[in-house]
Structure formats: structure tokens, C-alpha cells
């Protein structure tokens, strides 16, 4: 079975600061990697998602993530955090051939002024 | 375009009461999920449907728990009797098709809490 890994149930960054929440997954082969956002009261939104291609993933609001695979990570990044990034953050993978997201434990993001 | 709909949005009742959740989901999408989400945790796959077929209700505890989606557009979710363990959000999403690699899309949820 997929797993995934999220460390630090609660993130704290300085508005203008770099946004780095780690996730790595296990499994012998790489699956379809998630990041997905939400907001207070809102359902989870999809910031970014690798497939295949290109290991460095661009996706809403100024976040993007890069594929290891020697690393098993996907850790998502944003170069300046602003006050509305405050939010859950949510890895998530799919295995191939399967349809079954697998989540990881979340990371509460609290930005300070 | 209209997102997932979810309603209610907040149930309160007490133990041994049952509960129903009703989810639609984006028009023209054949995939419909259900997901148990508790306080500090990930979603759960709790149930997929492709159309009106349940493909992969595993998860599902089947001796409380049961879900249908007629004419594959709408569903519900209903649990009989709800239990104090039963707290938890429950979300709805939705996908074009079954493929691994679509994206879901999620409804806001409905937080159910059992007394």
C-alpha cells in the first residue's frame, strides 16, 4: 500500500519567506504525485500534480514542486509567502493502475505578519 | 462551472440516530467519491463510484455504512446508527473519468458530529 509522509503537523513562516512543507512516499515504484490546498471551511483544491515529464511542476499561486526519485520526495516550495498561503497543505499519491488517493497527515501553514 | 455540492454542511445528532449526506457532483463527471476526513488527519477513500457502479467500496464499513448514486449523478451517503467514532468530516469529489492521473475535485464537506 501507498504511504506518505508529511512531517511537522504545523508549519510557521514569516510573510516574504520561502514556503518549503516536505512529503515524501513509499513504494518501489514511483506513482502520480499530489498537492493539494485547503482553506478554512473550503474544499481541497489541486495546487500541482506530476505525471510524467518534466520533474519540476509549476501550479497555482506561485507554488511548485519537483519529483525525486532517487529521494522518494515531492516537496512542494514557494519563494515568498503571503499572508493568504495561510492554509492545510495536503500530499497526496496514487499508485499506477490504481485510483485510490492516498494522503498524507496534512501541514497547517500559519504565515506571520 | 459549479463545483462539487455538498449539503449539509453541518449535522449535530445524537448516537444510535441515523444520518444521510447528499453529494452532486460536477456536471458530466462519471467518477464520484466519497472520503472520511478526521480532525488532523488526511481524507480516507471511504467509496468510488464510475457511473452508478461502486468499483471500490473496501473501505467502506458495510455494517453501518451504505451509499448509492442512482441514475449516476447524485449520491448518498448514509450511516445507520451513527456512533460516537463517527465524528468526522465527510467529503464528496469528483473526477472526469477513472483515470489515475485526473484530477479531483472536492466539495467543502459536511461535519458531521455524533453526541
Known amino acids: 500500500a501507498q504511504s506518505v509522509t508529511q512531517l511537522g503537523s504545523h508549519v510557521s513562516v514569516s510573510e516574504g519567506a520561502l514556503v518549503l512543507l516536505r512529503c515524501n512516499y513509499s513504494?518501489?515504484?514511483?506513482?502520480?504525485l499530489f498537492w493539494y490546498v485547503q482553506y478554512p471551511n473550503q474544499g481541497l483544491q489541486l495546487l500541482l500534480k506530476?505525471?510524467?515529464?518534466?520533474?519540476l511542476v509549476k501550479g497555482i499561486n506561485g507554488f511548485e514542486a519537483e519529483f525525486k526519485k532517487s529521494e522518494t520526495s515531492f516537496h512542494l516550495t514557494k519563494p515568498s509567502a503571503h499572508m493568504s498561503d495561510a492554509a492545510e497543505y495536503f500530499c497526496?499519491?496514487?499508485?499506477?493502475?490504481?485510483?485510490?488517493?492516498?494522503f498524507g497527515k496534512g501541514n497547517q501553514v500559519v504565515v506571520i505578519p | 462551472e459549479a463545483g462539487v455540492v455538498q449539503s449539509p454542511r453541518y449535522k449535530i445528532i445524537e448516537k444510535k440516530q441515523p444520518v444521510a449526506f447528499w453529494c452532486n457532483p460536477i456536471?458530466?463527471?462519471?467518477?464520484l467519491y466519497w472520503y472520511l476526513q478526521n480532525l488532523g488527519q488526511g481524507p480516507e477513500l471511504l467509496i468510488r463510484?464510475?457511473?452508478?457502479?461502486?468499483?471500490?467500496d473496501s473501505q467502506l464499513p458495510k455494517d453501518r455504512f451504505s451509499a448509492e448514486r442512482l441514475k449516476g449523478v447524485d449520491s448518498t451517503l448514509k450511516i445507520q446508527p451513527a456512533e460516537l467514532g463517527d465524528s468526522a468530516v465527510y467529503l464528496c469529489?469528483?473526477?472526469?473519468?477513472?483515470?489515475?492521473?485526473?484530477?479531483?475535485?472536492f466539495g467543502p464537506g459536511t461535519r458531521l458530529t455524533v453526541l
Open positions: 463510484y464510475e457511473n452508478e457502479e461502486a468499483v471500490d
Open positions: 513504494s518501489s515504484v514511483p506513482p502520480y
Open positions: 506530476y505525471t510524467t515529464g518534466a520533474t
Open positions: 497526496a499519491v496514487i499508485a499506477h493502475g490504481n485510483n485510490r488517493l492516498a
Open positions: 469529489a469528483s473526477s472526469p473519468g477513472g483515470a489515475s492521473t485526473d484530477t479531483q475535485y
Open positions: 456536471s458530466g463527471h462519471n467518477t
